[in-house]
């Protein structure tokens, strides 16, 4: 069966203290092999969290990189540079990145290949605004994030990245997409996927849900068929909401 993944995306949040006390609490939560779990820290802990990290079962990932592996781009940080703090994932594309610092679907497909050519594991972020779904043209939206994004990279296997699938009306509102609405979704990207590299890979793809995911509705996310985990912002901050997640229940109607 595929592993499912659970990642913590913790955006601005957390100093040099506050970091260190959570992951020493995440470190005592049992991990099952089913559940791949990352998290992924502001750059600046990086470092501290990849040494705490050592010998546990949480695999550490970055908010976003260059696509450049060195050179003048002030205020940048390259792929070999999570290579070397033992980083094993990096988020591409957030819609936070698309909407505050501009990131174009030109720009995700570089920062993709780049990942993939470093054995990072891209996780690339889609998703519509809410005028884009009331619009409707959310599919359409998404459909053309992920082939942009997506645009000549090859893929052996399909483990090599990972699809979240993030309505932008949904992050950080409190407002979850319908379990319905996100698998809905997902199973379309999964679609797209297929067209792009074959039906084998592209259900080796993960294609997690992100946007208010909590405690009290994983489960039933989870429980969806295309949903293969979860990019988790606000309640990856507290370890106790955080091992809930992990420790989702698969529930069957
Ligand atoms: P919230 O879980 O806080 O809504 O954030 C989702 C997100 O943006 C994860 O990348």
């Not at 570089?110 to 594991?121: D, N």
Request: hydrophobic share 40%; proline share 3%.
């Amino acid at each position: 069966m595929k592993q499912t993944l659970i990642a913590g995306n913790w955006k601005m949040n957390n100093g040099l203290s506050e970091t260190k006390a959570l992951i020493e609490d995440l470190k005592k939560i049992e991990i099952q092999d089913h559940c791949e779990v990352v998290i992924c820290p502001p750059f600046v802990n990086l470092g501290m969290a990849s040494q705490l990290l050592q010998g546990f079962n949480i695999k550490l990932g970055a908010q976003n990189m260059h696509y450049q592996d060195k050179g003048a781009y002030t205020g940048e940080i390259s792929p070999k540079m999570l290579k070397d703090l033992n980083a094993t994932h990096v988020i591409i594309g957030h819609s936070e990145r698309r909407q505050y610092f501009g990131e174009t679907n030109e720009l995700t497909n570089k920062k993709t290949g780049a990942a993939i050519g470093h054995g990072l594991r891209p996780i690339l972020c889609v998703g519509e605004t809410l005028a884009q779904r009331e619009g409707q043209i959310a599919k359409k939206i998404v459909r053309r994030q992920v082939i942009e994004g997506l645009k000549d990279i090859r893929l052996q296997s399909g483990e090599e990245v990972v699809i979240a699938y993030e309505p932008v009306w949904a992050i950080g509102t409190g407002k979850t997409a319908t379990n319905d609405e996100a698998n809905e979704m997902c199973e379309f990207i999964r679609q797209v996927l297929s067209e792009l590299f074959g039906d084998n890979i592209a259900d080796a793809i993960k294609i997690l849900y992100g946007g208010s995911v909590n405690p009290k509705n994983v489960d039933g996310l989870m429980s969806e068929k295309h949903i293969d985990g979860a990019l988790v912002g606000g309640a990856s901050l507290k370890a106790e909401d955080f091992s809930r997640l992990i420790h989702y229940q698969v529930v069957r109607p």
